[in-house]
């Protein structure tokens, strides 16, 4: 008798804790959903899409943008960052930091002299 009283009792848990799982999103099964998965942990996506990726002039690396010269590549989070043109071609996204308009530009200018 207690033998049925247990396996009752484990069988109740048992629903009980499927169905707080399927109500608060735990296992999803059926309805046609699918949980997006995450991309590799290594570059291989990267890699596949930069082999991908078709430009006739220059393929910027961490874009993926086809400009024509390597200091017109923009920057991969504009809303966030500045771009700043060095010498020699070279351009480099810093971070807007919360700084004013045009703040993250001077400073780096500063630093550029040496006058930080």
Same mark, same amino acid.
């Given at each position: 008798?207690?033998?049925?009283?247990?396996?009752?009792?484990? /069988? /109740?848990?048992t629903a #009980?804790?499927?169905?707080?799982? #399927?109500f608060?999103?735990g296992?999803q099964q059926?309805?046609?959903? #699918? *949980?997006?998965?995450?991309?590799?942990?290594?570059?291989?996506?990267? #890699?596949? $899409?930069?082999?991908?990726? $078709?430009?006739?002039?220059?393929l910027?690396?961490d $874009?993926?943008?086809? !400009?024509?010269f390597?200091?017109?590549?923009?920057?991969?989070?504009? *809303?966030v960052?500045?771009? !700043? *043109?060095?010498?020699?071609g070279i351009? !480099?996204?810093?971070?807007?930091g919360?700084?004013? +308009?045009? +703040?993250t530009?001077?400073k780096?200018e500063?630093?550029r002299k040496?006058?930080?």
């Open positions: 008798m207690l033998f049925w009283y247990i396996a009752l009792f484990i /069988a /109740a848990a #009980q804790f499927q169905f707080f799982d #399927q608060f999103g296992q059926g309805g046609g959903q #699918q *949980e997006k998965q995450n991309v590799a942990s290594d570059s291989s996506w990267f #890699q596949q $899409t930069w082999q991908q990726a $078709t430009c006739s002039n220059y910027c690396p $874009t993926l943008a086809c !400009v024509h390597p200091h017109h590549c923009p920057c991969a989070f504009p *809303e960052e500045d771009k !700043v *043109e060095l010498a020699d351009r !480099v996204c810093a971070s807007k919360g700084f004013k +308009e045009g +703040e530009l001077r780096i500063l630093a040496g006058l930080n």
